[in-house]
């Protein structure tokens, strides 16, 4: 936890030196560098335990989520929704969802952000002057709104009932797996996994229909 | 082994950044963008609540989402793009057309 909290505070350092000093002189690094360095001399057993690489990944995850939102151009918000889309699956890895972790990369990663990529070069779009944002009460309502929403999500994440309300599944060995996946998808909610496939097919012609220039 | 609610933490904060996105940005390709991370927090919470319950309904669940937000990027990016063509800006402040 120290060599965590740490690094964390090295990273934040870096980029406060960064937003300080704009023409970079890069001596002024070398503390923040030793920094870091010595922080890993000092508490590498840390690097070993689970807790460490998920605070990591978190880490990560959070900053590139902030980073979508506000980095100006968004070419480069598509890039950080992929890092953030790959912690994410290694998240899934933690909990046991191998066959979803896979699928994430597969489909989230590799098919959805190479639309979303396709289509920011598509429409040739710069990097917006000044930060395209909300103005006025719009913003700072979103924010307030923001705080409030998070606030209630931490103090109903600190109530929960910890008590299942039904009997835990037998699961086996396999638990995550495509086997599995595959056996309650194809039995118990096979009817939803029809309805999905009418939904996708509705949606390619719509999104046929849409972009076409003109029908007939 | 990692409790549930440090994934259920993360979760909560990546979504509030996707709500506060959709809310403060004026770039509709931005505004999906930040949809696809509410979308995935949702997910991840799913994942981390099947863990705790060892039930797989969690992970069918995700499944569904996931195809849910294949179809709406596809459908959101053609709206963007016919928008785009009619008025040459992906700004969602120039789609004023139905706004009373």
Same mark, same amino acid.
């Given at each position: 936890m120290p060599l965590l909290i740490g690094l964390i505070l090295v990273v934040v350092?870096?980029?406060?030196?960064?937003?300080?000093?704009p023409d970079r002189p890069w001596f002024a690094f070398v503390p923040v560098a030793l920094a870091g360095?010595?922080? !890993?001399?000092? %508490?590498?057993?840390?690097?070993?335990?689970?807790?460490?690489w998920a605070g990591l990944i978190g880490f990560v995850a959070i900053l590139s989520a902030l980073l979508v939102v506000i980095h100006p151009n968004p070419m480069m918000s598509v890039l950080f929704l992929i890092l953030n889309l790959f912690c994410v699956a290694l998240f899934y890895l933690m909990l046991q969802a191998e066959f979803l972790a896979a699928l994430q990369i597969i489909v989230y990663a590799g098919a959805i952000m190479v639309l979303f990529l396709f289509v920011v070069m598509l429409l040739n779009l710069k990097a917006e002057e000044g930060l395209r944002i909300g103005t006025g009460p719009q913003r700072w309502g979103a924010l307030g709104l923001g705080l409030l929403f998070?606030?209630?999500?931490?103090?109903?994440?600190?109530?929960?009932?910890? !008590?299942?309300y039904f009997a835990p599944e037998s699961t086996g060995g396999g638990f995550g797996t495509a086997r599995e996946v595959?056996?309650? !998808?194809?039995?118990?909610?096979? %009817?939803? %996994?029809?309805?999905a496939?009418?939904?996708?097919?509705?949606a390619m012609?719509?999104?046929?229909? !849409?972009?076409?220039?003109?029908?007939? | 082994m990692?409790?549930?609610e440090f994934f259920l933490l993360i979760a909560a904060l990546v979504f509030t950044i996707g709500a506060v996105g959709v809310l403060i940005r004026r770039n509709a390709i931005v505004i999906l963008m930040c949809i696809e991370l509410m979308l995935n927090s949702v997910n991840l919470t799913f994942i981390a609540f099947a863990h705790e319950r060892q039930a797989m309904v969690g992970h069918v669940f995700v499944f569904f989402v996931m195809a849910v937000a294949a179809a709406e990027a596809a459908v959101g990016l053609a709206i963007v793009i016919a928008i785009f063509r009619r008025r040459r800006s992906a700004d969602v402040e120039d789609a004023s057309l139905m706004r009373w």
């Open positions: 350092a870096w980029t406060v030196i960064r937003a300080i000093a360095a010595a922080l !890993l001399a000092l %508490f590498y057993p840390a690097l070993a335990t689970v807790e460490f998070s606030g209630m999500l931490f103090w109903a994440i600190q109530n929960r009932g910890r !008590l299942a595959a056996g309650l !998808l194809f039995t118990r909610h096979v %009817f939803a %996994f029809e309805a496939s009418i939904l996708l097919v509705a012609v719509g999104a046929v229909v !849409l972009a076409k220039r003109r029908l007939g | 990692m409790r549930v």
